[in-house]
C-alpha cells in the first residue's frame, strides 16, 4: 500500500469550471504559500515537482495536485509536516497573496522571459490563445449538455429505485464500518483530461480493501450519495470525490481508519470480482416494472450524454495541442538556468539544514 498522494483541485464540470484550490492552499492553515506567477511552459510545474521530489526525499510525504488538463503536470504541492504549500496562481486559477510576506509569497517567473522574443511572436500567441479560449468553450458546452442528458437520467431513474431498500443496505454498510471520528473532506480524483475522463489511483493506494458498487443507469450515484449523507451524519471521517460530470454526486469514498474503498463502477457482468473485496449489483435496487417503462428515455439519455462527451474529449485533445504549440512558444523564450538557480534557492529556504 503506497502513501503517495495525488488529486485534482479544479476542472472542467457539467456545471462549468470547478475550483477546489481554497480548500488545499488555504493561508489560515498554512504557514508558508509560495504562489508562482509565470506563462504556460515557463517551468511552474517544473518547480513543484523539484520541490516534491527534494520533500521525498527528506522523509516528507508531500501531497501532489496534478493539472485536471493535463495530469503529467503539476498545480500545486502540500507538505503538510511543515505547513508548506506552492501553488500555480495564473489562470485559470489566478490567486494573489492574501497575507503578503506573513503567509503568502510570490515566486515570479517574468524577470526570466526573453521579452523580446515574446513581442516577436505576439500575433501567434493572440491566435492560438483565441483558438484554444474557442475549443475549451465549445468543450464546456458539450459536457454542460451531457450534463443535461445525465441529470435526466438520474432523475428517471431515481423513479425507478426501491429507495427503502437502498437505504438499508446503504444503513449496513455504515453500521459495519470500524473507522474513526472525523470530517469528510472532498480529495478529488477523478477529471476530465486531455486523454478524456481520468481517475487517478490515489484511493485504491491508500485502501485496505475495495468495494464496487456496480451501477444500473445512474443508480451507483444515488447510492454513493446516500452512504455519503449517511457517513456525515455518523461522523465517521472519509475522503470523497466526485462524478467528473456532474459535480453534486459522489462516486468514490474512502473510509479514512476502516480503509475501505467504495468507488462507482460498470455494470456488475462487466468488472473483475476478483478485483474487490465486495461488490453491491445496484439491479438488486431498481424495479423492473418501473424499470421496463422508461428504458427508452433512458438509453436516449445514455446515447445523448455519450455523444456529447466524445466530441467535448475530441475538443479538449485539440485544446491542448494547441496549448502545446503555445508552450512551445515560451520555451523557447525563457531563461532556465535562471529559473534552476532561484528553485534552488527556495529548496534552500523552506527545507531545514540536512545534518
Do not use: W
Amino acid at each position: 500500500m503506497s502513501s503517495e498522494q495525488r488529486y485534482f483541485a479544479a476542472g472542467s464540470t457539467g456545471d462549468g469550471f470547478v475550483n477546489m484550490f481554497g480548500d488545499y492552499f488555504d493561508p489560515d492553515k498554512l504557514d508558508r504559500l509560495y504562489i508562482i506567477k509565470g506563462g504556460p511552459g515557463t517551468g511552474k510545474s517544473t518547480v513543484m515537482k523539484r520541490l516534491a521530489a527534494e520533500a521525498e526525499r527528506r522523509g516528507y510525504d508531500p501531497v501532489r495536485i496534478l493539472c485536471s488538463s493535463d495530469p503529467s503536470s503539476l498545480d500545486g504541492v502540500l507538505v503538510p509536516e511543515l505547513s508548506l504549500g506552492i501553488v500555480d496562481g495564473t489562470a485559470p486559477h489566478q490567486r494573489d497573496p492574501v497575507y503578503p510576506g506573513a503567509v503568502d509569497v510570490i515566486f515570479d517567473l517574468y524577470p526570466f522571459f526573453n521579452v523580446g522574443k515574446l513581442r516577436s511572436q505576439r500575433e501567434e500567441i493572440r491566435r492560438l490563445s483565441g483558438l484554444s479560449a474557442v475549443l475549451r468553450k465549445g468543450a464546456e458546452k458539450c459536457r454542460r449538455f451531457a450534463a443535461l442528458a445525465m441529470t435526466e437520467r438520474l432523475a428517471v431513474t431515481d423513479q425507478c429505485c426501491d429507495r427503502e431498500k437502498l437505504s438499508s443496505a446503504a444503513e449496513r454498510c455504515v453500521s459495519g464500518i470500524r473507522g474513526g471520528s472525523g470530517a469528510a473532506e472532498h480529495r478529488q480524483i477523478s477529471a476530465y483530461s486531455t486523454d478524456g475522463r481520468t481517475v487517478l489511483d490515489t484511493y485504491e493506494r491508500l485502501c485496505a480493501s475495495k468495494v464496487a458498487v456496480c451501477d444500473e443507469h445512474g443508480s451507483a450515484y444515488i447510492f454513493m450519495n446516500e452512504l455519503k449523507k449517511l457517513l456525515e451524519r455518523a461522523g465517521i471521517g472519509f475522503m470523497y470525490s466526485t462524478d467528473a460530470l456532474l459535480p453534486k454526486n459522489c462516486d468514490a469514498i474512502l473510509i479514512k481508519g476502516d480503509g475501505r474503498y467504495f468507488s462507482v463502477t460498470g455494470r456488475a457482468e462487466s468488472i473483475d470480482r476478483k478485483a474487490y473485496g465486495k461488490v453491491i449489483n445496484m439491479k438488486r435496487f431498481v424495479v423492473k416494472d418501473r424499470l421496463k417503462d422508461v428504458r427508452g428515455r433512458l438509453r436516449l439519455c445514455e446515447r445523448a450524454a455519450a455523444t456529447l462527451e466524445n466530441e467535448a474529449a475530441r475538443l479538449t485533445r485539440e485544446a491542448g495541442r494547441v496549448h502545446g504549440r503555445i508552450e512551445g512558444i515560451y520555451k523557447n523564450a525563457v531563461d532556465f538556468d535562471g529559473v534552476s538557480r532561484m528553485t534552488d534557492e527556495l529548496i534552500r529556504s523552506v527545507f531545514p539544514p540536512v545534518r
